[in-house]
């Protein structure tokens, strides 16, 4: 029995930071996530999420503003982007791969999979390929199963299948993993070495946490405590070589202060030299090429036992 | 009317509760040191997530701790030499065992955080768990633990060679317990949550209330921590770092307790130490009152 099997998802420790090299020798790779989702509940994107005004500017406005201050400091970001929504707007997610960005599957509907069975998951996940395949010309290489606001916790939700199905589905990579700070391989067979590489997420970087928490809509958001790990985190990463990701909703960080914020930290964070800004797609791929599981996933023997009196 | 206690049962309950803590007034640290500071890491990576069955993103979210995190608090207090005490749990002696002898090999402490995150209410099991946790790290460090930061039973944990417990916090000071005899029992060294990384960064508790939803940043957290620092400093005493190395871990906050460390160290008389060291100096400058020891 591999030693970590049924019970942790990948190897025993992460690549260091001296070993991690990035393409034309850059110092630090940085993936900038854009969450299109307005889904507020774990069926996913429902009716009532288009009532809101802020389902409106978030889907309008917001994502220009957003978009033009991505545009003017060059930085490409992945939109993860639930399969009903890329029906509802086509020619606004053409347009997002226009101009360089990446498409990348949300979800039929950012539902939560972990209350569906593994067929209807399955079918599912292939509609929603099928449909982003169909909205935007090219079949999407990453997934993305991000937390929404109601959900019981920050780390977005997967469901025990999920994982293979991705594989199984011929995704590249799966876009929010919270084991690593860098790409790092999500294994879901210990004996045959089955894994997805995944590319890492924190909620101290998302900035749905701190304008929703502690209550959205009282004035208690802490916009500027956001900006504040952002900054911390990129120093932190950029002085180790590794790697840096933030989460964006337009219809959170696009407003007023909270905007001028983001391009503050923009303007911060590209006058750092020889940075990488990949998209998810690009990342993935460099990584699979560079560092690939057959020769860089250490699995070994366990030592895992079964005690009685223990979980096991 | 519920039968209500009245003024002197409540008087005798307080006194009750004064008699069990024997504070250490003035405590004189090694070589006339102002202040001992304990690092400490409670390492459980994803167990409790486990143990509380949460969903597969909580536990890759601990996973953290193991893959990344521990290895760099290590490295942290390796580059500032300060010995530190890791509070592991004994299961992980299974699942992450090469961070742990790099933790040994760089001589730090490891000392009990339970065997999977709990304490059996059964008195047998709970034997066995503090017996398994002691032989597991026994078996990476060579040497059995003194210490521990768990609700195991004082008495147990005496009779089992222990001589501290870190958990609670009714006094700034290390202190003693006593037992319902009225016989010293453990050292504690306290540990307050205002002091531990998980209350301002372990953000989304699993279905924790929105109201109390942990979020908050290095440079604040940095301010309250030395503010905390000093306040101890000024007049001679102790602080207790707790830290997660699944929270700790993330390169923001090394960063910051690198900045902290680096700030307590430019003051003259600050004794870093391990919980083990601290505890057998206060056994021994400091025994517990009316004890042959």
């Known amino acids: 029995m591999p030693w970590k099997d049924r019970y942790t998802i990948s190897d025993e420790k992460s690549l260091a930071d001296g070993d991690i090299r990035w393409p034309e020798g850059r110092r630090c790779a940085v993936h900038i996530v854009v969450d299109l989702s307005i889904a507020s509940g774990p069926q996913g994107l429902e009716m009532r999420d288009l009532e809101s005004p802020a389902a409106e500017f978030g889907s309008h406005e917001g994502l220009e503003l957003v978009l033009e201050a991505l545009q003017s400091h060059g930085l490409r970001a992945t939109f993860a982007v639930p399969a009903v929504l890329a029906q509802m707007h086509p020619a606004k997610i053409k347009a997002l791969i226009e101009r360089g960005h990446e498409v990348a599957t949300h979800g039929l509907r950012h539902e939560d999979v972990s209350l569906l069975g593994r067929d209807e998951e399955k079918a599912r996940l292939e509609r929603a390929t099928e449909i982003l395949t169909q909205v935007s010309g090219r079949k999407p290489a990453g997934w993305f199963s991000l937390p929404r606001q109601t959900d019981p916790f920050a780390g977005g939700t997967i469901s025990s299948s999920t994982m293979d199905l991705?594989?199984?589905?011929?995704?590249?990579?799966?876009?929010?993993?919270?084991?690593?700070?860098?790409?790092?391989?999500?294994?879901?067979?210990?004996?045959?070495?089955?894994?997805?590489?995944?590319?890492?997420?924190?909620?101290?970087?998302?900035?749905?946490?701190?304008?929703?928490?502690?209550?959205?809509g009282t004035g208690l958001e802490n916009?500027?405590?956001?900006?504040?790990?952002?900054?911390?985190?990129?120093?932190?990463?950029?002085?180790?070589?590794?790697?840096?990701?933030?989460?964006?909703?337009?219809?959170?960080?696009?407003?007023?202060?909270?905007?001028?914020?983001?391009?503050?930290?923009?303007?911060?964070?590209?006058?750092?030299?020889?940075?990488?800004?990949?998209?998810?797609?690009?990342?993935?791929?460099?990584?699979?090429?560079?560092?690939?599981?057959?020769?860089?996933?250490?699995?070994?023997?366990?030592?895992?036992?079964?005690?009685?009196?223990?979980?096991? | 009317m519920t039968d209500s206690p009245n003024g002197e049962d409540l008087k005798a309950a307080a006194q009750r509760l004064s008699d069990r803590h024997h504070r250490i007034e003035k405590p004189a640290w090694?070589?006339?040191?102002?202040?001992?500071?304990?690092?400490?890491?409670?390492?459980?990576?994803?167990?409790?997530?486990?143990?509380?069955?949460?969903?597969?993103?909580?536990?890759?979210?601990g996973e953290f701790g193991g893959r990344v995190g521990i290895w760099r608090l290590i490295e942290l207090f390796d580059q500032h030499r300060i010995k530190a005490t890791i509070f592991t749990v004994g299961r992980i002696c299974e699942?992450?065992?090469?961070?742990?002898?790099?933790?040994?090999?760089?001589?730090?402490?490891?000392?009990?955080?339970?065997?999977?995150?709990?304490?059996?209410?059964?008195?047998?099991?709970?034997?066995?768990?503090?017996?398994?946790?002691?032989?597991?790290?026994?078996?990476?460090?060579?040497?059995?633990?003194?210490?521990?930061?768990?609700?195991?039973?004082?008495?147990?944990?005496?009779?089992?060679?222990?001589?501290?417990?870190?958990?609670?916090?009714?006094?700034?000071?290390?202190?003693?317990?006593?037992?319902?005899?009225?016989?010293?029992?453990?050292?504690?060294?306290?540990?307050?949550?205002?002091?531990?990384?998980?209350?301002?960064?372990?953000?989304?508790?699993?279905?924790?209330?929105?109201?109390?939803?942990?979020?908050?940043?290095?440079?604040?957290?940095?301010?309250?921590?030395?503010?905390?620092?000093?306040?101890?400093?000024?007049?001679?005493?102790?602080?207790?770092?707790?830290?997660?190395?699944?929270?700790?871990?993330?390169?923001?906050?090394?960063?910051?307790?690198?900045?902290?460390?680096?700030?307590?160290?430019?003051?003259?008389?600050?004794?870093?130490?391990?919980?083990?060291?601290v505890a057998r100096h206060c056994l021994k400058q400091h025994p517990p009152r009316g004890s042959s020891a």
């Open chain 1, 166 to 216: 991705l594989i199984e589905a011929g995704y590249t990579y799966m876009g929010n993993g919270l084991a690593d700070d860098i790409p790092h391989y999500w294994v879901t067979d210990f004996a045959s070495r089955r894994a997805i590489l995944t590319l890492p997420y924190y909620y101290h970087f998302d900035d749905q946490f701190f304008c929703m928490f502690p209550v959205a």
């Open chain 1, 223 to 312: 916009p500027d405590m956001l900006l504040r790990n952002w900054r911390a985190e990129l120093d932190a990463q950029y002085r180790r070589n590794r790697f840096f990701t933030m989460t964006l909703h337009p219809q959170h960080i696009g407003w007023g202060h909270r905007l001028a914020g983001l391009e503050e930290f923009l303007r911060y964070m590209t006058a750092l030299p020889d940075l990488w800004n990949p998209t998810g797609a690009e990342c993935a791929r460099y990584w699979l090429a560079t560092y690939p599981a057959a020769t860089h996933l250490k699995l070994e023997p366990s030592i895992w036992k079964d005690y009685p009196g223990s979980l096991s």
């Open chain 2, 30 to 61: 090694p070589d006339g040191a102002r202040i001992a500071v304990n690092f400490t890491a409670d390492f459980d990576a994803m167990l409790l997530r486990r143990l509380n069955n949460e969903p597969a993103m909580q536990l890759a979210k």
């Open chain 2, 95 to 277: 699942l992450y065992p090469r961070a742990l002898e790099a933790a040994v090999s760089s001589g730090h402490e490891l000392a009990d955080h339970m065997w999977e995150h709990r304490v059996p209410k059964e008195p047998e099991l709970e034997l066995d768990h503090l017996r398994k946790t002691a032989a597991a790290l026994e078996r990476i460090s060579g040497r059995r633990p003194v210490g521990s930061r768990s609700h195991h039973t004082p008495a147990l944990l005496r009779s089992e060679g222990y001589i501290y417990n870190s958990h609670g916090s009714p006094s700034h000071h290390p202190y003693y317990v006593l037992d319902s005899k009225g016989a010293p029992c453990l050292l504690e060294l306290p540990f307050h949550y205002a002091i531990d990384d998980a209350m301002f960064f372990s953000f989304a508790w699993y279905q924790s209330a929105n109201a109390s939803q942990r979020l908050s940043d290095t440079d604040r957290v940095f301010d309250l921590w030395w503010a905390a620092f000093m306040q101890q400093y000024r007049q001679g005493g102790y602080l207790n770092v707790c830290l997660h190395p699944f929270v700790s871990g993330r390169a923001l906050r090394i960063a910051m307790l690198d900045r902290l460390i680096a700030r307590m160290k430019t003051l003259p008389g600050v004794w870093f130490a391990t919980c083990e060291e």
